[in-house]
């Protein structure tokens, strides 16, 4: 039981929008930054978010990140093939301990 | 480019230890953070634990507190992970990645491939 929850799975066609939502609570999403990973099947996470809505270097600006209370939402504009991925959010705790969400799963139809 | 490279996996049985090393290159080792995260079969990822940049200071998960121990090597750019009394839930992927260096909080900016490590008997 991953303590930032985020949907198991999204799906969209290429050249769509898609959002990937994490649900946190006042101790972490709530005072705290959010990051978000990117993860293709055997390979190490990438860096895309920071700071709630920074790209890191070279994540093109199709994808976005913003906060709210909270809640954090990554949004993915004009999704392509290579996309296609596993996404995790990222935040603290408390204890000011990294907890990442339980990952969603984005497949482009 | 930034590189990280990890070693030391393997099958270990439960109640032994194991000692996973990660060898950094492409940035100034001794100015950044280093984190250990895992990632069981099929699962998520676990932030395992930190060692600040000049090895003062050093901060675990719960669940490998007393039991694991991070420290780094700066004339060596390499960053340990020692694991002691392991149980097969800590069987996973174990990936150290560099921070990113800001002051807002943890950012894991870049990833090694990573190193299996098996618990079982």
């Known amino acids: 039981q991953s303590v930032l929850t985020q949907p198991p799975s999204v799906s969209a066609a290429p050249g769509q929008k898609v959002t990937i939502s994490c649900s946190g609570k006042n101790s972490n999403i709530g005072r705290n930054y959010v990051s978000w990973y990117q993860q293709f099947p055997g390979a190490a996470p990438r860096l895309l978010m920071y700071e709630n809505n920074k790209r890191h270097a070279g994540v093109p600006d199709r994808f976005s990140g913003s906060k709210s209370g909270t809640s954090a939402t990554l949004g993915i504009t004009g999704l392509q093939p290579e996309d296609e991925a596993q996404y995790y959010c990222?935040?603290?705790?408390?204890?000011?301990?990294?907890?990442f969400g339980g990952g969603t799963t984005l497949t482009v139809l | 480019q930034v590189q990280l490279v990890e070693s030391g996996g393997g099958l270990v049985q439960p109640g032994g230890s194991l000692k996973l090393s990660c060898t950094a290159s492409?940035?100034?080792?001794?100015?950044?953070?280093m984190h250990w995260v895992r990632q069981a079969p099929g699962k998520g990822l676990e932030w395992v634990g930190y060692?600040?940049?000049?090895?003062?200071?050093?901060y675990s998960a719960d669940s490998v507190k007393g039991r694991f121990t991070l420290s780094r090597d700066n004339s060596q750019n390499q960053v340990y992970l020692e694991m002691t009394r392991l149980r097969p839930r800590d069987t996973a992927v174990y990936y150290c990645?560099?921070?990113?260096?800001?002051?807002?909080?943890?950012?894991?900016?870049?990833w090694g491939r990573g190193t299996l490590v098996t618990v079982s008997s």
């Open positions: 060692v600040r940049y000049d090895g003062g200071n050093s």
């Open positions: 990222a935040t603290w705790d408390s204890s000011l301990n990294p907890v």
């Open positions: 492409g940035f100034t080792f001794s100015t950044y953070g």
């Open positions: 990645a560099k921070d990113l260096g800001y002051n807002s909080g943890w950012y894991l900016d870049y």
